[in-house]
């Protein structure tokens, strides 16, 4: 069985973050080409509790005492957190068992309802993405579920924005040729500086994506977009902070970061704590008894579990 808290595990914008897990893989209102822990099978915005918040808080609480401490205790995983609609009760009854700060990614495709708004208010940061201001490319980039409107989603966004006193990260996702028009750039731009952001996040498709054709958006053409965001834009850059030393490579520390996301050797060895060498020689043994698969991006060799 997946687990439901993981880590800590190095983030690329978190530092160390200890992973709450609370929808099942993989339940997301978008089915967006870039995701990389492959299609939605079927998007929805059905709001119910998923993941019953108990064994969410014995396990936060023993991972708190068990350490390493993490920077962030942060909502993510398998799909769309705001979805379970539990997650105010969770956030709230976490940071009575620690003070650690508590993290939500969001796509934000639910911020017009008024409950969710309400449920991410107990966050102290909250990270929503938007990738797209126009219907089309909304429609091509996040293949969201059906009766979602890009105007209704922005508008919650703003409303949330007004709301919040916490810090919010807003990501946008550019992949090549589908959200990087002029037009689309000026759009998100628009909204974007009229919000109380803290930091505007520009990522684009550095691991598999869902959709083979979803590429990224070369480095060069980042640092332009980024100097056209602004100052409180930056590029998300691959994680170099601390890392967690965990030892002995075994696989169910492996198959546990693979889970989350496909990963390079590198990474794993940098997200565990273990010598690359240990890395590779493990990763041929997993490769060999077809427990895991490797695929080519953007010129990079990544893992996935086969399971
Ligand atoms: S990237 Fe996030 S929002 Fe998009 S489909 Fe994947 S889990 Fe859902």
Same mark, same amino acid.
């Given at each position: 069985m997946r687990d439901l808290v993981f880590g800590p595990v190095p983030s690329r914008r978190l530092g160390l973050s200890l992973g709450v897990d609370i929808i099942p893989l993989k339940t997301c209102s978008y089915n967006c080409i870039y995701c990389q822990i492959g299609r939605t099978p079927r998007p929805t915005v059905e709001r119910k509790i998923? &993941? $019953?918040p108990e064994p969410i808080l014995q396990a936060v609480k023993e991972a708190v005492e068990r350490? #390493? +401490? #993490?920077d962030y205790v942060t909502f993510s995983g398998s799909g769309e957190p705001t979805l379970n609609s539990a997650l105010g009760e969770m956030i709230r009854k976490i940071k009575g068992i620690t003070e650690i700060p508590v993290a939500v990614i969001t796509n934000g495709s639910l911020l017009w309802m008024e409950e969710v708004r309400r449920d991410l208010s107990e966050a102290d940061l909250v990270m929503p993405s938007l990738d797209a201001v126009s219907e089309g490319v909304f429609r091509r980039i996040n293949r969201a579920a059906s009766g979602l409107r890009i105007e209704a989603i922005v508008d919650g966004l703003k409303r949330f924005c007004e709301e919040f006193d916490g810090k919010i990260w807003l990501e946008i996702m550019l992949v090549d040729g589908v959200n990087t028009s002029i037009e689309e750039l000026n759009g998100l731009k628009e909204i974007a500086l009229s919000l109380k952001l803290d930091r505007i996040q520009l990522n684009t498709v550095v691991r598999p994506p869902a959709e083979r054709w979803a590429r990224a958006v070369p480095k060069t053409r980042m640092e332009e977009i980024r100097r056209f965001f602004g #100052? +409180? *834009? $930056? &590029?998300? *850059?691959d994680y170099v902070g601390k890392a967690p030393k965990i030892h002995g490579a075994a696989e169910a520390n492996i198959l546990n970061v693979l889970r989350r996301h496909p990963c390079t050797a590198e990474e794993i060895s940098d997200s565990l704590g273990i010598p690359i060498g240990q890395v590779n020689d493990r990763l041929r043994s997993m490769l060999r008894r077809e427990i895991v698969r490797e695929i080519s991006h953007e010129g990079k060799t990544y893992f996935l579990p086969r399971e």
């Open positions: 998923y &993941v $019953e350490g #390493p +401490k #993490p #100052p +409180k *834009a $930056e &590029v998300i *850059a």
